[in-house]
């Protein structure tokens, strides 16, 4: 039987590894698949507690987690994008681009 604890067990590795991501490459697009591992690791969590609660408002707001992730991902890659058009690179380290 898998219960709460599991999923909880589950959603702290992948946050633990969306974070070391984060903190430790310079590349960012694995910046932003780190922090959409996050995003889903805080989903499985509304989910776990939703189902153990028998309440529906953790489902509601997984997706709509899943939905502001989805626009920020569209959002990160355009940036991403027009930023190597002009430096061809994606190093984290030089985007100062976008200072004034």
Do not use: C, P
Not at 10 to 36: A, K, P, Q, W, Y
Not at 44 to 73: K, M, P, Y
Not at 77 to 90: C, D, P, Q, S
């Amino acid at each position: 039987m898998i219960t709460a604890t599991h999923y909880l067990l589950l959603s702290v590795g992948l946050f633990s590894l969306g974070v070391i991501g984060v903190l430790t490459r310079r590349n960012i697009i694995i910046i932003l698949m780190s922090i959409e591992l996050m995003l889903n690791a805080v989903n499985i969590n509304l989910v776990a507690f939703s189902h153990e609660l028998q309440n529906v408002v953790g489902q509601a707001f997984a997706v709509f987690v899943i939905v502001i992730a989805a626009a920020e991902a569209a959002v990160g890659l355009g940036i991403i994008l027009a930023f190597y058009r002009n430096k061809e690179t994606v190093n984290i380290d030089e985007m100062n681009l976008l200072r004034w």
